[in-house]
């Protein structure tokens, strides 16, 4: 039966998880040069346009649909058919379908989005438009039926995610280091600096993604209960642990604090703990956030020694993140706390380990290969590389004939 609590709770956290792809666009535009802002902010707000069509005729289906082979969902709800008011027998017992159905596509909205961070200011808009589109279909749509549908084969021999640390975070890290690979580095890079334009706009994107990650990972407990107010802890204390070991890593490499140190932290943590955070307490919580914090500084250090222009630190934060918060689930998961959950490593459940690893590295792959393939073939086909001339212009200019600020 309709649960008005649960239902009330899920059209809030619904809510929450839009405003954080919006939130994401001002976190990336700011940390851009000031003739690329609205480029930057265009090529993730426009994916609550693009992806919301998208969901209602394909994406839902595909994902949530009825199973077929483990693989995909079959297209049953095509056009949202048969999607109605009732509650979902499979997915959601105690709200609307169609309320779960709308809530699950914030998730998918903001997952291509994340992947922009890692080509910011090269790419023109029309091309990443159709490979957007095309990797929703052929990459998320199919790792979330994995993972998270019922049938999905992933999910039948035990792989765990709480809330996208594999069908957001993962995905999106893979997708990213494959566009760094065919696109290549801004004109430029290892010669000049990148500064950002505006800090103070990153950090209110921080506090809105922070603001929005309660619903984010919150919600994904689909009801106003223990386990959400489990993953809201979680959420916090993760975020709050990543920020204060980047800030810590900083001081004893830099001998200084940064404000971009402490947003990006901020934002590895809150990723790491997403696929954890129903299924662990308060402790393992902030010991999730703080090796956020470790792995993502090193990693977002990597990429200068390894020559990889990771714009926005895509890969070392989302990838990085959402990759060992997964397989930290393996070890600090507990029945005690989640009963509906799993026991991992530090439970007596070894095994469990064996499967979170398992899943980042199927995972991964799949969404490498597949977003590579594309990329290659639209960057033959179309160009998704804006021209030298319109690089050293701006994107704000060349792609949208519009500027954020009058000099």
């Avoid at 649960?6 to 956290?13: K, Q």
């Avoid at 998730?107 to 790419?123: C, D, Q, Y």
């Avoid at 990889?308 to 997964?326: M, N, P």
């Amino acid at each position: 039966m309709i649960n008005a609590a649960d239902t009330a709770f899920i059209m809030a956290a619904a809510g929450l998880v839009l405003l954080m792809t919006p939130g994401l666009a001002l976190f990336y535009a700011g940390m851009v040069r000031s003739k690329n802002v609205l480029g930057t902010m265009m090529q993730s707000f426009f994916m609550i346009a693009l992806i919301s069509i998208e969901w209602v005729y394909l994406g839902y289906s595909m994902s949530f649909g009825p199973d077929v082979a483990g693989v995909i969902g079959d297209l049953s709800f095509f056009a949202l058919n048969g999607v109605t008011t009732a509650p979902s027998p499979d997915y959601a017992t105690t709200i609307p379908q169609i309320l779960f159905m709308v809530y699950q596509c914030m998730f998918a909205i903001i997952t291509p989005a994340l992947i922009t961070g890692a080509f910011a200011e090269r790419v023109r808009f029309v091309p990443f438009v159709i490979f957007a589109l095309l990797w929703a279909i052929l990459v998320y749509n199919p790792v979330c039926h994995w993972v998270w549908g019922k049938g999905g084969w992933l999910g039948n021999m035990g792989v765990m995610d709480f809330a996208g640390g594999l069908v957001v975070h993962v995905t999106c890290g893979a997708a990213a280091l494959a566009a760094i690979l065919v696109i290549g580095p801004r004109r430029g890079y290892g010669r000049q600096s990148y500064i950002p334009h505006s800090l103070p706009m990153t950090f209110l994107g921080t506090g809105l993604l922070w603001f929005g990650w309660f619903g984010f990972n919150g919600g994904s407990a689909l009801a106003a209960d223990e386990v959400a107010v489990t993953a809201f802890v979680a959420t916090h204390l993760g975020g709050m642990a990543g920020m204060l070991m980047w800030v810590v890593m900083e001081w004893f490499t830099l001998k200084r604090a940064t404000t971009l140190g402490a947003a990006s932290g901020a934002i590895a943590g809150l990723a790491t703990i997403t696929p954890a955070a129903g299924f662990v307490g308060p402790n393992s919580a902030i010991i999730i956030g703080c090796l956020a914090g470790m792995a993502c500084f090193a990693a977002v250090n990597l990429k200068t020694r390894l020559k990889l222009d990771d714009s926005l630190d895509v890969v070392g934060i989302h990838g990085v993140g959402g990759a060992v918060g997964t397989i930290c689930l393996g070890v600090f998961a507990s029945t005690a706390v989640n009963p509906g959950g799993v026991d991992g490593l530090l439970a007596g459940n070894a095994a469990q380990l064996g499967k979170q690893i398992f899943g980042v590295v199927v995972v991964g792959a799949y969404t490498l290969v597949v977003s590579w393939i594309l990329l290659k073939l639209i960057h033959s086909t179309m160009g998704l590389r804006v021209s030298e001339e319109a690089e050293v212009a701006g994107l704000d200019y060349t792609e949208h004939s519009e500027t954020a600020y009058n000099n």
